[in-house]
T-cell receptor, first 115, second 114 residues
Framework: DTEVTQTPKHLVMGMTNKKSLKCEQH?????MYWYKQKAKKPPELMFV???????INESVPSRFSPECPNSSLLNLHLHALQPEDSALYLC??????????????FGSGTQLSVL | GDSVTQMEGPVTLSEEAFLTINCTYT??????LFWYVQYPGEGLQLLLK?????DKGSNKGFEATYRKETTSFHLEKGSVQVSDSAVYFC?????????????FGTGTKLQVIP
């Protein structure tokens, strides 16, 4: 299994809603990532988990709350979002490599619309 | 900090034309370089990579050579197909602490017409 699976594929939510995005991989990768991609822009790193611990938070607003319940799962909890948070949210994983360079495996993303 | 600059698109080519998408980078140290491709409605897929100077990455007819002296990693393909229409991202990565911090360029949209 060489896939990163993200659910849901599409999500529409109001500014007062609470929702969660889910990401799953079964490749034994120990680093998992959330990226945000606005239309016609490159992906921007939000969070990195390494060995289930948060390693990087790129100054993301607290209305985005990541969670890594185990080495295969990564969630992104959403609360009180703004319309400008509408974007494609991409999950990725990579093998912990140390000195070896491994590629990122990306999921196909969740297209989020905040009304 | 690290940065990647790639040519603005869209690039429109006829089928079987030669493709070049320019990419230059700035980085401290010795990064690895990548090209990712994103088809409409999908996530990113690694197209090719090079990990050190003068390495050539290749895949599906696409090639790019890591040029340290010009800090470049231009993407080329000899004969494009309609199915190559997508957005192409040049990227670099260092590997601090055992995870990948990837810096992406702004993307170049390629449109191939029959």
């Amino acid at each position: 299994d060489t896939e990163v699976t993200q659910t849901p594929k599409h999500l529409v939510m109001g500014m007062t809603n609470k929702k969660s995005l889910k990401c799953e991989q079964h490749m034994g990768h120990r680093a998992m990532y959330w990226y945000k991609q606005k239309a016609k822009k490159p992906p921007e790193l939000m969070f990195v988990y390494s060995y289930e611990k948060l390693s990087i938070n790129e100054s993301v607003p607290s209305r985005f709350s990541p969670e890594c319940p185990n080495s295969s799962l990564l969630n992104l909890h959403l609360h009180a979002l703004q319309p400008e948070d509408s974007a494609l949210y991409l999950c990725a994983s990579s093998q912990e490599g140390g000195l070896s360079v491994e590629k990122l495996f990306f999921g196909s993303g969740t297209q989020l619309s905040v009304l | 900090g690290d940065s990647v600059t790639q040519m603005e698109g869209p690039v429109t080519l006829s089928e079987e034309a030669f493709l070049t998408i320019n990419c230059t980078y700035t980085a401290t140290g010795y990064p690895s370089l990548f090209w990712y491709v994103q088809y409409p409605g999908e996530g990113l897929q690694l197209l090719l990579k090079a990990t050190k100077a003068d390495d050539k990455g290749s895949n599906k007819g696409f090639e790019a050579t890591y040029r340290k002296e010009t800090t470049s990693f231009h993407l080329e393909k000899g004969s494009v197909q309609v199915s190559d229409s997508a957005v192409y991202f040049c990227a670099l990565s260092d590997d601090p602490g055992g995870y990948q911090k990837v810096t992406f360029g702004t993307g170049t949209k390629l449109q191939v017409i029959p």
